[in-house]
């Protein structure tokens, strides 16, 4: 099956909106074992579309079309289907029924322009939207069978999952079973991952990928067909051996999911102390449910004197090391811990830019220290010629990665402090208690 996507609108076009929901569909289909063969995206002209429509009709087996299904005059997708069809838009009453109905509940009148997202071509097959109020539609066009569906990320994603992946499966029989791995890395650049796996020998029907986003890169093992899969496990294995710290975790989306995930299972508990990040590195916590188990505290000491007052730091020690140095880190860890005895404390103190550097202690220098019962870990890292963000990205994800090691080697060997091949580490400490 040749599966492609359409995206319209000219803010996507022109760039003005970035296209998330193409990202998210490509990714979602890989994870059912079916990749995605084209993506085309197209202006608010109906000409473009009607002729866009008709010409991948002809390559494809079935084309997503995302977007111009509203009420205004630059939602164009049913007409422009309509016309590459040489078919006329009829108004599907039931879904006039239903919008009607729809907005009597929510005690408001309903606009006149809403009634045009009940017209759809004749031929179409009405698609419920569950989340919205304009429906998508399917029609055969040449040898496609288009799907359209709204542009709202949050409809758009509910109609993937809960019509468009069932058509699919009900439809189209896939030409071979497939499987997909994945593999999330940091502190190592793209090249450097190629160069250590391009030597490796990769069983038939295996292919391999990467996807960099900072701060990861993403390693995709891909398995085509019965004997590919069967072989599948095995290399997984050779990979990571042969990335070794490489490798932070597995079909997990970011590290920070990741350490979520293993703070719950293992019933271990946190707090915070952030300088540099300024409550990013909480916040990555914060974005998944269930984080208030384990997460104690996350607390912003951005000046020398918060970290006084709210951590107890002693004066002396920002005077003599500064407010940037292993020293500083490793007691706001402590003292964050204390205050609410946590089994583990994470502090973040640096120079993220673009100004406030010295020769000494440059743009990008960012202490982070671990602390456990057992013990202290604090690092200096060197995050040179990144932008402000990335320098917080980076230091974040390195702190999680520094815990998230810590929490497993309470059962098994494993260092919590790892070299990474594209960011130095000018300096570390580890103290054991």
Same mark, same amino acid.
């Given at each position: ?28 289909? $890989? +994870? ?17 579309? @009607? +002729? ?11 084309? =997503? ?10 939602? %164009?997708?049913?007409?422009? =289907? ?6 006329? %838009? ?7 029924? *239903? ?15 809403? =009634? ?60 071979? @079973? ?15 991952? @190629? ?14 990928? *990467? ?25 997984? &294995? ?19 999911? #990741? ?27 914060? &974005? ?15 000046? +020398? ?13 920002? &005077? ?18 204390? =205050? ?53 990205? $980076?230091?974040? #994800? ?21 070299? *990474? ?13």
């Amino acid at each position: 099956m040749k599966l492609e996507m359409i995206c319209t609108g000219e803010e996507v076009l022109s760039g003005q909106i970035v296209d998330t929901n193409a990202a998210w569909f490509a990714n979602t289909m $890989m +994870n059912q074992g079916i990749e995605l063969q084209r993506k085309t995206t197209v202006g608010d002209r109906l000409d473009d579309l @009607a +002729n866009t429509f008709i010409e991948r009709s002809q390559h494809a087996d079935v084309i =997503l079309v995302n977007g111009g299904l509203g009420p205004t005059t630059d939602d %164009l997708s049913a007409e422009a =289907l309509a016309l590459a069809l040489g078919e006329e %838009l009829v108004e599907d009453k039931d879904w006039r029924l *239903y919008l009607i109905e729809l907005f009597k509940k929510i005690d408001r009148k309903l606009p006149a322009n809403m =009634l045009k997202q009940c017209l759809i071509p004749a031929s179409a097959i009405r698609i419920d939207n569950a989340e919205g109020t304009a429906p998508g539609f399917r029609a055969k066009l040449n040898n496609a069978w288009l799907f359209f569906t709204p542009g709202v990320p949050i409809e758009f994603k509910a109609m993937v999952k809960q019509q468009f992946i069932p058509f699919i499966e009900t439809t189209y029989q896939p030409a071979q @079973a497939t499987l997909l791995h994945k593999l999330l890395t940091l502190g190592h650049g793209e090249s450097f991952l @190629a160069d250590k796996l391009d030597v490796m020998e990769i069983p038939a029907g295996i292919t391999l990928g *990467y996807r960099p986003s900072a701060p990861h890169v993403e390693v995709k093992l891909f398995a085509r067909g019965d004997a590919a899969i069967k072989q599948l496990p095995a290399f997984i &294995e050779k990979v990571k051996d042969t990335l070794g710290t490489a490798v932070v975790t597995e079909n997990c989306p970011s590290i920070a999911q #990741a350490v979520h995930e293993l703070l719950l299972n293992k019933k271990r508990s946190l707090s915070i102390a952030e300088s540099c990040t300024g409550g990013m590195l909480t916040n990555q916590l914060i &974005e998944f449910a269930g984080s208030s188990s384990y997460l104690h505290q996350g607390l912003v000491t951005y000046s +020398n004197q918060a970290k006084q007052n709210i951590l107890g730091l002693n004066a002396e020690t920002i &005077e003599q090391y500064g407010a940037v140095s292993i020293e500083t880190a490793k007691a706001m860890a402590e003292n964050v811990r204390a =205050l609410g005895d946590s089994d583990y404390a994470l502090a973040t103190t640096g120079i993220a830019g673009p100004d406030g550097g010295s020769e000494e202690k440059p743009v990008g220098t960012v202490c982070i220290a671990l602390v456990s019962r057992r013990g202290c870990w604090v690092q200096t890292v060197q995050l040179k010629n990144r932008s402000r963000t990335i320098v917080r990205t $980076m230091s974040c #994800a390195i702190a999680l990665d520094m815990l998230r090691r810590s929490v497993l080697a309470e059962d098994e060997v494993q260092a919590v402090i790892v070299p *990474y091949s594209f960011i130095p580490c000018s300096d570390s400490k580890i103290v054991m208690y």
